[in-house]
């Protein structure tokens, strides 16, 4: 059984989008509403925040001192030491009640961004692909809270979460960077709260927050098997990533919003970012960790 404690006590509204950092050994991530970006390091108690100045959802990639973030305008460049903002590709042009929500990279150099309401209307977010040339195509459309992005081993699927309807969507991923749809691969339990972000680990096991479910769970995209459920103090599981020399660990932010007292009394270390250890399973090198220099130029 997975060992949980606190790794820091942020108490964000809504922390999303915890990244590891090998070259810093750090941990970064993001409050969306207060647009903060978060770094701690993993082994020591340093800790640094950068306020954006506009709500920022995902980490994309690093190189060197640069950031790439999903932000309320699109893809964003953010220098950790002059904190010069550079937006490099701007999405929804126009559309000012929008904003980018969770994404990654795929092995062609794609960025995969989803965007959705502020109001999260239902039907309004969108999942775009964009290439290193900054070719922005839309890929499914009527979404409503895009989310846990991740790709299979082989890079042949892309899973893909609508966070309403409770479920997790597997899609076959061509040569071209084209998806089609192949079939719901996890449903959530009614009783396990609804799915939002997401990471995957060596044996191709993803595992996926929980949120309103207070815990995250491991589960197999193939079989649609829950494998192992653990719980955690907070009430709104985000994310997860996994950190470490050898990606042991896995980090999981929470959120403190849309409590009520009762809640807020029930899970008091709600908007925490928590830290599990003892999995008996590693994590993988993402796309992310493998930035193009095109969006870094």
């Not at 309401?117 to 922005?136: A, C, N, T």
């Not at 098997?225 to 985000?238: C, G, H, M, R, V």
Request: proline letters at 3%; charged letters at 20%.
């Amino acid at each position: 059984m997975a060992t949980v404690t606190t790794f820091a006590k942020a108490q964000n509204l809504l922390g999303e989008s915890p990244f590891w950092n090998q070259d810093r050994l750090s941990v970064f991530w993001v409050e969306i509403e207060k647009g903060i970006l978060h770094e701690k390091k993993l082994h020591q108690e340093e800790q640094w925040s950068w306020d954006i100045g506009q709500k920022i959802s995902v980490i994309l990639s690093f190189k060197n001192d640069e950031v790439l973030l999903g932000s309320l305008d699109g893809i964003i460049k953010f220098h950790l030491i002059t904190e010069k903002i550079t937006l490099v590709q701007p999405l929804e042009t126009g559309i000012s009640t929008q904003r980018c929500n969770d994404g990654a990279f795929d092995v062609y150099g794609n960025i995969w961004i989803g965007t959705m309401d502020l109001e999260v209307k239902e039907g309004f977010g969108s999942l775009y692909r964009i290439s290193e040339q900054g070719l922005v195509n839309k890929m499914i459309d009527n979404l409503s809270i895009p989310n846990g992005l991740v790709f299979s081993l082989d890079n042949t699927r892309m899973y893909f979460i609508d966070t309403p309807s409770k479920s997790i969507k597997s899609y076959l991923l061509d040569l071209s960077g084209n998806i089609s749809f192949e079939k719901i691969s996890i449903v959530i339990p009614e009783d396990m709260g609804m799915p939002d972000g997401m990471a995957i680990d060596q044996e191709g096991m993803l595992w996926i927050a929980l949120y309103a479910g207070a815990a995250v769970i491991r589960c197999n995209p193939v079989t649609g098997e829950i494998i192992n459920k653990i719980s955690l103090p907070a009430l709104n599981i985000t994310n997860c990533c996994f950190a470490g020399a050898n990606l042991e660990e896995l980090i999981v932010t929470s959120a403190g919003e849309n409590m009520a007292e009762e809640e807020l009394n029930k899970y008091p270390s709600s908007g925490n970012v928590f830290r599990l250890t003892d999995l008996k399973v590693q994590g993988v090198k993402t796309l992310s960790h493998k930035p193009s220099t095109t969006f870094f130029q």
